[in-house]
T-cell receptor, first 114, second 113 residues
Framework: EAGVTQSPTHLIKTRGQQVTLRCSPI?????VYWYQQALGLGLQFLLWYDEGEERNRGNFPPRFSGRQFPNYSSELNVNALELEDSALYLC?????????????FGPGTRLTVT | GESVGLHLPTLSVQEGDNSIINCAYSNSASDYFIWYKQESGKGPQFIID?????DKRQGQRVTVLLNKTVKHLSLQIAATQPGDSAVYFC????????????FGAGTRLAVHP
């Protein structure tokens, strides 16, 4: 069974630009989560989507947004990139909001903002 | 702010020894706890979880202990192997809190031959 996949693997952008990251959950999982892992700061919860709806949001500014498609894949968009947005962005999936809570992570997208 | 803290940022052990990684969590309402392992260049890998109605759970070579009185969580790894070298994160969740996992900063486990 394929795990969570993310694309691209690495990305380099300049300050002020916009970026879109993509995630495909494990087959059968309806919930997708986004986390930011900045150096020295651990994993910070960004967003949770389930059945196409945003269910929860972490303490991040509105320029971080996303969506979930009917096939449960998801995109994370970051506008007006800032240097401190440089981080590993991790996507995770789980069976759903009422299901077992295990979240399975993808390999991440490494974003560098210069 | 919200946080799950760790007592030891780095733990060095000899191959074959048992390892204990500790974690303090912040929300007394949290009812679900997970340990993840993250190897360099990879996403976190689920190891074991425990719900708040339990105080111990065992997996293959790993045991998680939960002490709700002092809000403490630990991961015990038996017969530590070089392949166990990684960063270990504990995470907590309040099931009524919209599936949001709160992670600690991580503990690096270094296994020496």
């Amino acid at each position: 069974e394929a795990g969570v996949t993310q694309s691209p693997t690495h990305l380099i952008k300049t300050r002020g630009q916009q970026v879109t990251l993509r995630c495909s959950p494990i087959s059968g999982h309806t919930s997708v989560y986004w986390y930011q892992q900045a150096l020295g700061l651990g994993l910070q919860f960004l967003l949770w989507y389930d059945e196409g709806e945003e269910r929860n949001r972490g303490n991040f500014p509105p320029r971080f947004s996303g969506r979930q498609f009917p096939n449960y894949s998801s995109e994370l968009n970051v506008n007006a990139l800032e240097l401190e947005d440089s981080a590993l962005y991790l996507c995770a999936s789980s069976l759903g909001p009422g299901a077992p809570y295990e979240q399975y992570f993808g390999p991440g997208t490494r974003l560098t903002v210069t | 702010g919200e946080s799950v803290g760790l007592h030891l940022p780095t733990l060095s052990v000899q191959e074959g020894d048992n390892s204990i990684i500790n974690c303090a969590y912040s929300n007394s309402a949290s009812d679900y706890f997970i340990w993840y392992k993250q190897e360099s260049g990879k996403g976190p890998q689920f190891i074991i979880d425990i719900r708040s109605n339990m105080d111990k759970r065992q997996g293959q070579r790993v045991t998680v202990l939960l002490n709700k009185t002092v809000k403490h969580l630990s991961l015990q790894i038996a017969a530590t192997q070089p392949g166990d070298s990684a960063v270990y994160f504990c995470a907590e969740m309040f099931s009524g809190g919209y599936n949001k996992l709160i992670f600690g900063a991580g503990t690096r486990l270094a296994v020496h031959p």
